[in-house]
């Protein structure tokens, strides 16, 4: 078959599929096991450095902040981020020296609130190297032919533009209707991080609001870490199987962390904090400034709990579940620059 | 005649009165949004809003700041995913879609990536994100941004999003969905459409007070200039008041 076009971008967690089968078999048991663990120790066993990582959620929503926190307090460097939309995730993580690759779908925003000062720096100087481009749709579907087992997907995005030029999909002409048609090749990240409303101790995980691309990133992932509001009894699970979202066989460690996802947005439990997020803005306009947020809520601190102690605890925590609840009006340094 | 509304909230007035009742539209946050919600609150109470993280149809109460925001389907008829949205996209499920962008073409192609060099950017933009999937399906899209001659260029330091690429029949020959494309630009100084036979930018309507010699001097390339030009309405007190129900702190209209 003729290819009419390859794009130039780095193919970064492509595995052939049998390749990936055999990994699978080996190194993902099917046994119902109790998971629960810590932090600290599901980020030194499953985040090797140089891993190519993604985060599930949606850049600021229901992103795994806990996770991400302990993969800077432990000093993981050289990593490769998948930046499916990615927005505050990959901002602290490359700003912390931890990440120095990614391949992006959407990065170095913070949507309504502007440009990420610190990521952006990183890669105009060439300190964070974007080794390929893709679109949202395309990096979903990258996953979705991972969680097929497949080596890649047929779609229609990209066509025409350096986009596709500079992403790893390749472009031919579809034998069933003699038009061209993007080939999306299959990726298997290394790890994935993601946070969920509950799960039990096995891993049988629930969401609550949109999945954004979470179904397909999880089946993608080789390994999952799953940090989650709070872990429930297997029976609440059997109770209501079809909320399923996640099933335990494709998850390898179980933290519960309240919260895990401050200063993003969990859907139904807790909105933005706008004023962090704003601090974290703020600070990281300098290398200098990004460094003392770290010092200040990451290394300083000895787990998430203390952190989230020192973004103002309880009293903090209500409100922010007041604003997601539309109890309470929203606060936030760069609306009231706008007023 | 009411002459203090904003340039927002002229630019909302327009993008609003594109979307047709009873279609559907993707929207993301910002302008769009509230284009959309002042549609369904006068001329199309059954315009369908989809949002790209997963949200359908909903009952937004304020404003969003993020397309995954929990704004985006609260009260919606699903809290779905980008597979489900992205893929009735690629089915021809979704008329509208908004677009912004750093740099517009002649054919209206976008650029959204990266102002320089790829390798070695002056300044790096976030990417394609949703749009060039917006850009690729949907049967009309309506572009909204600011026009100057740094942004409206002969050539793009990068084609984030499809267009009309090089012309007639373009996307088609690349493999895009037939039909589908550029239908509007909405600047803070006109509104365009496309000529049916080249797929060039053509100017439609001026806002008030604005001449066709300033569209020109405000764009790098050459637009198609007809002999009739419209002026856009501008909005009347009671869309303007409709506009501050939606956005009462000022988020985007500002105050």
Known sequence: MDILQTGQGELIGWHDPDEHRAWVAAHKS???????????????????????????GFGHIRVSMAAIYEIIRQHKRDLTFCGKTAVHDSDVLIAAGAVCRIEVAYAFGHELRGLS??????????????????????????????AMGLPFIPTRVMLGTDTLAHSSAKVIEDP????????????????????VHRCDKYGNCQVDGIAVEDFELARAARRLII????????????????????????????????????????????????????????????????????????????????????????????????????????????????? | MNEDYTPTELLAYVAAGLLEDGKSVFVGTGL????????????????????????????????????????????????????????AGQAGYVDYGFLGAAQIDPYGNLNTTVIGEWDHPLVRLPGSGGANDIGSFCWRTIIVMRQDKRRFVEHLDFLTTPGYLDGPGARERAGLPTGSGPYRVITQLGLYDFDE?????????THPGVTVDDICANSAFELIIPDQVGTTEPPSPQVRRILREIDPTG?????
Request: glycine share 6%; proline share 7%.
């Open chain 1, 227 to 339: 940090t989650t509001e709070e872990i429930v009894d297997e029976e609440m699970i059997r109770s209501q199987p079809w909320r399923t979202l996640i099933p335990y066989y494709l998850v390898d460690a179980v933290i519960e962390a309240p919260y895990g996802a401050h200063p993003t947005l969990m859907p139904d439990r807790y909105y933005f904090d706008e004023d962090h997020i704003g601090e974290w803005l703020r600070l990281s306009k300098t290398d200098e400034g990004a460094a003392e947020y770290f010092e200040r809520y990451v290394y300083s601190v000895e787990d998430f709990a203390e952190y989230l102690e020192l973004i103002g605890g309880e009293e903090r925590l209500e409100y922010l579940r007041q604003v997601e609840h539309l109890e309470a009006p929203l606060r936030a340094p760069w609306l009231e620059e706008k007023k």
């Open chain 2, 251 to 255: 988020m985007v209209i500002g105050k």
């Open chain 1, 30 to 56: 099917r046994a119902l096991e109790d998971k629960r663990t810590t932090l600290r120790e599901a980020i030194a066993r499953y985040v090797p450095d140089g891993a190519i990582i993604a985060c599930g």
């Open chain 1, 117 to 146: 000062p610190a990521s952006r720096r990183a890669v105009e100087s060439g300190r964070c190297q974007v080794v390929a481009e893709i679109s949202n749709a395309g990096y979903q579907w990258r996953f979705l032919a991972a």
């Open chain 1, 176 to 195: 069933f209707s003699g038009k061209p048609i993007a080939l999306l090749p299959a990726c298997y990240p290394d790890v994935v991080l993601m946070h």
């Open chain 2, 32 to 87: 769009p949004m509230i284009a959309a919600m002042l549609a369904q609150r006068t001329h199309a109470p059954n315009l369908l809003i989809i949002f790209e993280a997963g949200g359908i149809g909903p009952q937004v109460p304020v404003l969003p700041i993020s397309v995954g925001d929990s704004r985006t389907f609260y009260r919606a008829v699903a809290a779905s995913s980008m597979h489900e949205v992205m893929s």
């Open chain 2, 197 to 205: 036979d080249s797929k060039r930018m053509r100017l439609l309507a």
